[in-house]
């Protein structure tokens, strides 16, 4: 089997997205393995989850720490002694700062609601409703300093039906989100494996 990569499921809350990256990860042949789940909520529901499914899950609680630098000093010290190569982002609620972001680059994804760029930020369903747009989609993207403005790895779109309200729109939105954050991961972590493999970080077994 080839390595696969290392990968930390950052939430907050459900972990909706989290869950499908492990039934997603239970394949042999998906090229990232997940080996943490984390979150900066400990009441989190998706901890609970991660746990069932059989994942180590555990929180780094934001309230813990005097503020937000000593808050991702953590963060990147727990990634690193779990020798993370990858960090998805599911539903994660903070911010990571420009240094934190620089320290990951490449190799942090996000899942975001919207077909971005349109809609960046909070209540993308809501807003693309006021908008009136004839579609809707979520989108999965590299994170860089610029909020949910990365490179774009992945996206899906859905349509906008008459009588929609936001939470019929975000249901639509979920299951895609569903389907495409696995496929997102499993091409970054296959590219990256093959990349530490050519460049001699990591031997094939
Ligand atoms: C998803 O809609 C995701 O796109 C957004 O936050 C939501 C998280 O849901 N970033 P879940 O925790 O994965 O169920």
């Not at 990256?21 to 090229?31: C, G, I, T, Y």
């Not at 249901?171 to 991961?185: F, G, K, N, S, W």
């Amino acid at each position: 089997m080839s390595p696969r990569a290392r990968t930390v499921v950052l939430i907050s809350g459900r972990g909706s997205n989290m869950s499908a990256l492990v039934e997603a990860a239970r394949s042999p042949d998906f090229a990232a393995e997940i080996v943490l789940v984390l979150s900066d909520e400990p009441g989190a529901p998706g901890l609970a989850i991660a746990r069932e499914a059989g994942v180590a899950a555990e929180a780094t609680d934001f309230r813990a720490y005097p503020g937000k630098a000593a808050f991702e000093a953590a963060l990147d010290a727990r990634l690193r002694a779990e020798r993370a190569e990858i960090v998805c982002l599911a539903g994660f609620m903070r911010v990571l700062s420009p240094p934190f972001v620089e320290r990951w680059k490449g190799r942090i994804l996000n899942i975001h609601p919207s077909l971005l760029p349109n809609l960046r930020g909070l209540n993308t369903h809501e807003r693309a409703l006021r908008q009136g747009v004839a579609e809707h989609g979520c989108t999965v993207h590299f994170v860089t300093a610029e909020l949910d403005a990365g490179p774009i790895i992945a996206q899906a779109r859905v349509p906008v039906l008459t009588g929609d309200d936001a939470e019929a729109l975000a249901a639509r939105v979920l299951r895609e989100e569903h389907r495409i954050y696995p496929a997102a991961l499993n091409a970054v972590a296959r590219s990256l494996t093959a990349a530490n493999v050519r460049e001699g970080r990591l031997n094939p077994s």
